[in-house]
């Protein structure tokens, strides 16, 4: 089954990527986010993309991160 990732959002050189398995006809099959940074590769793995960007805003505390009512829209 073919993956795809595809880069969402980038900040501080943390980035949410979003992780497409599709079947043969090209059916999404399973969906996930990931957080990752741009020295060290993939942190971690989300299923929701807002779980991604709070751990993101986690990370980046004190510094202002992304809202998380923003995502709250399909993308």
């Known amino acids: 089954m073919p ?7 980038r900040l501080q050189g943390y980035a949410i990527v979003q992780i497409t398995e599709t079947d043969s006809k090209g059916t999404v099959v399973m969906e996930t986010w990931a957080l990752t940074h741009e020295a060290g ?5 989300f299923a ?16 202002p991160g992304l809202p ?3 995502f709250d829209r399909a993308v």
């Open 3 to 9: 993956v795809q990732e595809k880069t969402r959002d």
């Open 68 to 70: 998380v009512s923003r």
């Open 48 to 63: 929701e993309y807002p779980d991604a960007v709070r751990a993101l805003n986690r990370l980046l505390s004190p510094l």
């Open 41 to 45: 590769g993939h942190l971690d793995e």
